[in-house]
């Protein structure tokens, strides 16, 4: 039988689609767009966004001429060309060669509501806390929350993690700087507190805003469930796993910034690795529990949190729409998924050391 020409190439092409699709709209959600279920057509993949009244259409093509992005809305709205910035190949989301980003005329079909993946993944395993009192440091200033009062450095680094008892999903861990007591009131002004006091909606609405302003002050370190399953049969242990993951967050921003005292939400009795290297004896590590108070902690949580929510958006954007937590609706989703994918494929989308996994099918 004679071999159909152009096939595997074509075929490479149309996953490059998907997963170019994919990496824009994790970028447009991030800055505050609202993107909906990639919808296959015959020669495109597509998904509709918003961002306010403004409804815009993302195509990308695959043929035999490569890849080719469209835009469908309006051309002349200050949106479309923020839209065009950010899935540009600045922005690392460029075309493979010969790609190019065309306008769009408005109107077409429009996909039915229904969103990234492992943002900010590192090198390693990652895809890109020493006890102390707060009492004795200086530079501080009083701050408080429901009448309790505290003391809180003027700058300082400070570190959350998300997903630590959810079946699906990343790890995530985050370190945000605070380098003054004005930055400090910014971001309560955005409404930057505890993520457990918010919503999905108004956690999104603020990491945005703390995505765009504060630049270069935050790190998050995400690791996916393919990779952490990799991790966990080397380590054991979650903790360590957390303590690697803060410890790395760290890191990053210690390497930008000179920063005199970190203060971590408690999740171990160890004391985060960073704190043991000898380049940073000068620096206070604090580990407390309800650290959330303090309000760089906060920030990191309502980022760590975010981009755990963006990872079951990108699972319900592909049309995997999967539970948080740990209760007894994960085991029908975990299920569902060897039933129609098989069991190997759990690795994809669960912690598998959780006890629920001894509980499938």
């Known amino acids: 039988m004679a071999k159909e020409k152009g096939t595997a190439p074509l075929m490479n092409i149309k996953s490059d689609a998907l997963i170019q699709l994919n990496k824009a709209l994790d970028q447009l959600t991030e800055n505050g767009f609202s993107c909906l279920e990639i ?17 815009f259409k993302l195509l990308y093509y695959f043929g035999k001429k490569g890849l080719k992005k469209v835009i469908q809305g309006n051309i002349s709205s200050p949106l479309y060309n923020e839209i065009l910035e950010l899935i540009s190949e600045e922005y690392g989301l460029g075309l493979p060669s010969g790609g190019s980003v065309y306008p769009g005329e ?11 993946g492992d943002a900010a993944e590192g090198g390693g395993y990652g895809d890109s806390r020493v006890n102390g009192n707060l009492s004795k440091l200086g530079g501080g200033h009083s701050s408080g929350r429901g009448g309790e009062n505290y003391i809180e450095p003027d700058s300082y680094i400070g570190t959350d993690e998300s997903g630590k008892g959810d079946f699906f999903g990343p790890l995530v861990s985050a370190a945000f700087y605070v380098d003054s007591i004005q ?6 002004s955005l409404g930057v507190r505890d993520s457990k006091e918010l919503s999905d909606k108004q956690i999104r609405a603020i990491a945005v805003n703390l995505r765009t302003e504060f630049e270069g002050k935050y790190n998050i370190i995400s690791i996916n469930p393919a990779r952490y ?26 390497e930008i910034h000179k920063i005199k005292t970190v203060i971590t939400d408690k999740f171990s009795k160890r004391e985060l690795n960073v704190s043991f290297k000898s380049e940073h004896n000068d620096i206070e590590f604090i580990m407390l529990t309800k650290a959330e108070r303090y309000t760089g902690v906060a920030a990191a949580s309502i980022l760590a949190r975010d981009t755990f929510n963006l990872w079951f958006e990108r699972m319900a954007r592909e049309g995997r729409k999967l539970p948080k937590g740990n209760a007894q609706i994960v085991e029908v989703a975990a299920n569902k998924i060897i039933e129609e994918l098989g069991r190997d494929a759990l690795n994809n989308f669960v912690k598998l050391h959780f006890k629920t996994t001894l509980k499938l099918k």
Do not use: C, F, T
């Open 39 to 55: 919808i296959e057509k015959d020669y495109h993949y597509e998904s509709s966004i918003n961002k306010g009244q403004e409804k």
């Open 229 to 254: 399953n990799e991790m966990y049969p080397k380590i054991l242990n979650i903790n360590k796993i957390l303590n690697w993951q803060h410890s790395k967050a760290i890191e990053g921003l210690l």
């Open 106 to 116: 408005v109107g077409g079909e429009r996909g039915e509501n229904v969103r990234v």
């Open 183 to 188: 930055s400090q009131e910014r971001l309560k």
